[in-house]
Structures are given as structure tokens and as C-alpha cells.
């Protein structure tokens, strides 16, 4: 039985026979519910809803939300709570149902001119064997021509590393660049204005390109890149295991090289093809120095701290202030515009980096203990010179002197040359320092000084040569 036939059944057994409508949905075996909704319609409520006591709170509603058309209705409840609001969280939630309802959005496609734009972005994995990376990409918007690489950071030093790379492997670059909101791009962005980085805009400058940033929460406008890091993860990463961060790296060019050499579904051609179309910029004669600055303070044991480490500073610099350089492969410290220090760059955690060089003034004010801490310091150093120091046998007096003389030469003397040379000694079961130094090529020890008395009329001294003819008479 249909709805209008049943309601005209449920009327006329409650009107004229009186039945409840208990007996009514035991006669027509039909539901509560059913029978309620029937009636509703029939007979709609006269009681009007109160009204909500979010009501009093709509216009910062439609405030907030214009702002932040993203906010949950926990973040909602919580503000409110700052304005006294007594009611629960279920009432916020059907009360900002109607903010909340996503909207349907229409997005138009974007048409690019050779080299007008290039889109640039971060995406992150998390990969067996080499842990956590970030994969810097670079898409230009005409060809879809792609270029990326893996990092174990996005610090602004890696960032402009990643660009330094795809322009090197381009030979030029994009007009403009298109970027999300990114620390290293933009610091705030609000509608009223735009605060970039300021060495970010040094190093657009410098290459003579445009920043284009996006609105937020709008992935849209750089769809070219986000589609590429979404078929990096399903095409490339999923599924595959990489032996270290090189092993990545150098699988992900090769897949690079395919894509760029598939037909693209939207241009119909492929992006190796049509990157000769591309007018790039040139690049300029200097390069830019992919680096990040950052201030900083030696310590009293004079160390400065950076990501956990701690690097060495000559110690005559102790509790004064410093610049760090910060590399993607090395760390540069400086005091007055002048260069103090440089180390290697590290991401483990916790460790100390020393310059053994970088104590000597310290050592010469403690004679007492200097061939003792170069020792600990030379042995600390390398593995190759704690194994030839040891080789010194169990004379401590001679392993000082050997530790010592390697201090020595580490003054004139690469670092890696050194442990070669030291290397090679153990590989020939050879010991002795005066080894090391033929093997360096050193020059010999010069003799030492002649010593001349204080008067020097000593020295004129006087005497009659013996003829030669005494000599004819004896033979």
C-alpha cells in the first residue's frame, strides 16, 4: 500500500474509530516510525523550535569561518568557551553543520607560454634503510619537463641546493616560480600583503626570476608538481627498497629519464621534446652559494652548538659571538667577517667535532698536560691513528712523541693525505714517524746550528804552511 492510501487508512481509524495509534499500527502491522513520519506531513508540528543559544554567536561565526573556512567544530568549541559559551560540543556541531558542508569548486585550467613558469615543491617519504627524506621537484609548467632529488632535509640550504642542481641539469630556468607557502619562500601571507624571505629574495635576484606564491590551501595552483609527486609515490616509491641515500637517488634519475621520455596525456608530446621549446634564462657567470646564516655563541670550552653538535672554534674565541654558514655538506664559522672554522657537516646527533688546531693556544698555556691531550686528540681523531699510535708499543713516552709529530703536520698538512699515508705505514706493517715523513716527501731534518764562541777573536788563528816538497823527499 502506498503512502496516500495509507494515510487516508491511519485518518479514518483514528478520527472515526477512535483507535489509538497503538491499535492502529497493530491493525496495518506498520511501524512507529512509519506511521509518525505519515502524520508529520499530514499534521505538521505547531510547536515552533526554540531558538539555539549559538544564534546569539553567528556573526563570529560567519567571521571565523570566512578567515578559516577549514576550522573543526572542537576548534569552534573551544573559542567559544573564551566567550562564556556553557553549551556542549554536540550543539556546536549541528549548529556549524551548515559552515562546514564542503562546497563544490570549479578549477580552471592553466595554459603556460615556453618557459613562463616552473612550479616547485617538498613531498616527504619514509623509506626502509635510509629513514625520513625529503624529495625537492621542479616541474616546468609548458613541458612538463621534470627534475628532482632526494634530501635529508628542507632547510633553506638544501632548498637552494635543490634549485642549484635542476639549473645546472637544465642550463638555464623558468621566468617565474611557483611556490606553496613555504618558511624558506614566504614568512606570512595574509590578503592584505605578502612578506617573503629576505634571502630568498636575494637569490631570486640574483637569477633574475619571479616568486609567484600561492594562495593558502590552495594546492590547485600548482597542480603540475602535485600530480608528479603523487605518481612519484605510487610509480617510484611504493613497494621498493633502496640500499642508502645515493642508491635513491640514483634510481630516481633513471626514472626520471623514462618519464620524460613518455607522451604526456595533456600535450600529447613528451617533455624531452618539447624542452627544446623551452626559452630559458640564461645563468649568470657566479654562481649563487647555497647556504643559510644563522647567529650563534662559542661556548666557554669553545665549541658552538648547531642541530645537537657541537664544532670547534679556536679557543682564543671562547664566549664571544659567531656566524655560522650553514652548507648542505659543511659548516663555515665566523667571527668579525672573518672565516674561523670550518667542519664538516654532520646529521647524527650529539656529537663533538674538533680541529686539534683549534686548542693550540690553550695547550701552550698548560705545558703540563700538552703531549698528553694531543694525544687523547690525535687518538681520537681517526681510527688509522689510533691504530699507529698504539703501534708504538707500550712506551708512553714514545707514542707522545709520535702523537706530537703528527699534531705537527696536520698545520701544513690535508687532513686526508695524513690518514692515507698513515694507512699505507700500517698496510706495510711500518711504525716509525721517520717513515711517515719520507712517505710525505718531507724534506731531511737540517743540521743543527754551528756553535760560535762569544769572542769572536778566538777564531783568528794563524799558522805557516808546510811546504810540498817535504812530501817528494819521503816518497
Same mark, same amino acid.
Given at each position: 500500500?502506498?503512502?496516500?492510501?495509507?494515510?487516508?487508512?491511519?485518518?479514518?481509524?483514528?478520527?472515526?474509530?477512535?483507535?489509538?495509534?497503538?491499535?492502529?499500527?497493530?491493525?496495518?502491522?506498520?511501524?512507529?516510525?512509519?506511521?509518525?513520519?505519515?502524520?508529520?506531513?499530514?499534521?505538521?508540528?505547531?510547536?515552533?523550535?526554540?531558538?539555539?543559544?549559538?544564534?546569539?554567536?553567528?556573526?563570529?561565526?560567519?567571521?571565523?569561518?570566512?578567515?578559516?573556512?577549514?576550522?573543526?567544530?572542537?576548534?569552534?568549541?573551544?573559542?567559544?568557551?573564551?566567550?562564556?559559551?556553557?553549551?556542549?560540543?554536540?550543539?556546536?556541531?549541528?549548529?556549524?553543520?551548515?559552515?562546514?558542508?564542503?562546497?563544490?569548486?570549479?578549477?580552471?585550467?592553466?595554459?603556460?607560454?615556453? &618557459?613562463?613558469?616552473?612550479?616547485?615543491?617538498?613531498?616527504?617519504?619514509?623509506?626502509?634503510?635510509?629513514?625520513?627524506?625529503?624529495?625537492?621537484?621542479?616541474?616546468?609548467?609548458?613541458?612538463?619537463?621534470?627534475?628532482?632529488?632526494?634530501?635529508?632535509?628542507?632547510?633553506?640550504?638544501?632548498?637552494?641546493?635543490?634549485?642549484?642542481?635542476?639549473?645546472?641539469?637544465?642550463?638555464?630556468?623558468?621566468?617565474?616560480?611557483?611556490?606553496?607557502?613555504?618558511?624558506?619562500?614566504?614568512?606570512?601571507?595574509?590578503?592584505?600583503? @605578502?612578506?617573503?624571505?629576505?634571502?630568498?629574495?636575494?637569490?631570486?635576484?640574483?637569477?633574475?626570476?619571479?616568486?609567484?606564491?600561492?594562495?593558502?590551501?590552495?594546492?590547485?595552483?600548482?597542480?603540475?608538481?602535485?600530480?608528479?609527486?603523487?605518481?612519484?609515490?605510487? &610509480?617510484?616509491?611504493?613497494?621498493?627498497?633502496?640500499?642508502?641515500?645515493?642508491?635513491?637517488?640514483?634510481?630516481?634519475?633513471?626514472?626520471?629519464?623514462?618519464?620524460?621520455?613518455?607522451?604526456?596525456?595533456?600535450?600529447?608530446?613528451?617533455?624531452?621534446?618539447?624542452?627544446?621549446?623551452?626559452?630559458?634564462?640564461?645563468?649568470?657567470? @657566479?654562481?649563487?652559494?647555497?647556504?643559510?646564516?644563522?647567529?650563534?655563541?662559542?661556548?666557554?670550552?669553545?665549541?658552538?652548538?648547531?642541530?645537537?653538535?657541537?664544532?670547534?672554534?679556536?679557543?682564543?674565541? #671562547?664566549?664571544?659571538?659567531?656566524?655560522?654558514?650553514?652548507?648542505?655538506?659543511?659548516?663555515?664559522?665566523?667571527?668579525?667577517?672573518?672565516?674561523?672554522?670550518?667542519?664538516?657537516?654532520?646529521?647524527?646527533?650529539?656529537?663533538?667535532?674538533?680541529?686539534?688546531?683549534?686548542?693550540?693556544?690553550?695547550?701552550?698555556?698548560?705545558?703540563?698536560?700538552?703531549?698528553?691531550?694531543?694525544?687523547?686528540?690525535?687518538?681520537?681523531?681517526?681510527?688509522?691513528?689510533?691504530?699507529?699510535?698504539?703501534?708504538?708499543?707500550?712506551?708512553?713516552?714514545?707514542?707522545?712523541?709520535?702523537?706530537?709529530?703528527?699534531?705537527?703536520?696536520?698545520?701544513?698538512?690535508?687532513?686526508?693525505?695524513?690518514? &692515507?699515508?698513515?694507512?699505507?705505514?700500517?698496510?706495510?706493517?711500518?711504525?716509525?714517524?721517520? #717513515?711517515?715523513?719520507?712517505?710525505?716527501?718531507?724534506? #731531511?731534518?737540517?743540521?743543527?746550528?754551528?756553535?760560535?764562541?762569544?769572542?769572536?777573536?778566538?777564531?783568528?788563528?794563524?799558522?805557516?804552511?808546510?811546504?810540498?816538497?817535504?812530501?817528494?823527499?819521503?816518497?
Amino acid at each position: 500500500m502506498d503512502d496516500t492510501s495509507l494515510k487516508e487508512k491511519i485518518l479514518y481509524l483514528l478520527d472515526v474509530e477512535r483507535l489509538s495509534r497503538r491499535q492502529v499500527i497493530g491493525h496495518l502491522h506498520i511501524g512507529y516510525r512509519r506511521l509518525k513520519r505519515i502524520l508529520d506531513k499530514q499534521c505538521p508540528s505547531q510547536n515552533p523550535q526554540k531558538s539555539s543559544p549559538l544564534e546569539a554567536y553567528r556573526h563570529l561565526l560567519d567571521e571565523w569561518y570566512r578567515q578559516y573556512p577549514r576550522l573543526q567544530a572542537i576548534q569552534i568549541y573551544k573559542r567559544l568557551q573564551g566567550y562564556s559559551y556553557a553549551g556542549s560540543l554536540s550543539s556546536v556541531e549541528r549548529f556549524t553543520r551548515s559552515w562546514r558542508v564542503k562546497k563544490p569548486v570549479t578549477y580552471y585550467a592553466l595554459d603556460f607560454m615556453p &618557459s613562463e613558469e616552473a612550479q616547485v615543491d617538498w613531498f616527504f617519504a619514509d623509506l626502509e634503510n635510509v629513514g625520513r627524506v625529503a624529495l625537492f621537484l621542479y616541474v616546468l609548467s609548458y613541458s612538463r619537463y621534470a627534475w628532482g632529488k632526494f634530501y635529508p632535509k628542507t632547510s633553506f640550504e638544501f632548498f637552494l641546493d635543490g634549485h642549484l642542481e635542476c639549473f645546472k641539469h637544465l642550463n638555464g630556468l623558468a621566468r617565474t616560480h611557483r611556490y606553496d607557502n613555504l618558511k624558506s619562500v614566504v614568512l606570512k601571507h595574509t590578503p592584505e600583503k @605578502i612578506e617573503y624571505n629576505p634571502q630568498f629574495l636575494e637569490f631570486a635576484r640574483h637569477y633574475g626570476f619571479k616568486i609567484h606564491a600561492c594562495n593558502p590551501y590552495k594546492g590547485n595552483e600548482k597542480g603540475r608538481v602535485e600530480r608528479l609527486g603523487r605518481d612519484v609515490r605510487a &610509480s617510484f616509491l611504493y613497494g621498493q627498497v633502496f640500499k642508502n641515500a645515493q642508491d635513491l637517488n640514483e634510481c630516481f634519475r633513471l626514472w626520471l629519464v623514462g618519464r620524460n621520455s613518455l607522451i604526456h596525456r595533456s600535450t600529447g608530446k613528451m617533455p624531452m621534446d618539447m624542452l627544446k621549446s623551452e626559452n630559458l634564462l640564461k645563468l649568470p657567470s @657566479i654562481e649563487f652559494a647555497p647556504r643559510r646564516i644563522a647567529q650563534g655563541v662559542v661556548s666557554k670550552t669553545a665549541l658552538v652548538e648547531f642541530e645537537t653538535n657541537r664544532y670547534s672554534v679556536p679557543s682564543s674565541l #671562547a664566549q664571544k659571538p659567531c656566524g655560522l654558514l650553514i652548507y648542505p655538506d659543511r659548516i663555515e664559522i665566523t667571527h668579525a667577517s672573518k672565516i674561523v672554522a670550518r667542519h664538516k657537516r654532520s646529521f647524527e646527533k650529539h656529537k663533538i667535532f674538533q680541529n686539534p688546531l683549534h686548542i693550540e693556544s690553550l695547550l701552550n698555556r698548560t705545558p703540563l698536560f700538552k703531549r698528553q691531550r694531543i694525544l687523547r686528540l690525535i687518538e681520537s681523531m681517526e681510527p688509522v691513528f689510533y691504530k699507529f699510535l698504539r703501534a708504538q708499543g707500550e712506551d708512553d713516552s714514545a707514542r707522545l712523541e709520535c702523537a706530537y709529530q703528527i699534531f705537527k703536520l696536520l698545520k701544513n698538512h690535508n687532513r686526508s693525505v695524513l690518514v &692515507s699515508a698513515v694507512a699505507e705505514l700500517l698496510s706495510m706493517g711500518t711504525y716509525k714517524t721517520k #717513515a711517515l715523513l719520507s712517505l710525505l716527501n718531507l724534506p #731531511a731534518q737540517k743540521d743543527p746550528d754551528q756553535v760560535f764562541p762569544s769572542d769572536q777573536k778566538l777564531l783568528d788563528i794563524h799558522y805557516q804552511p808546510r811546504s810540498l816538497e817535504e812530501y817528494d823527499q819521503n816518497n
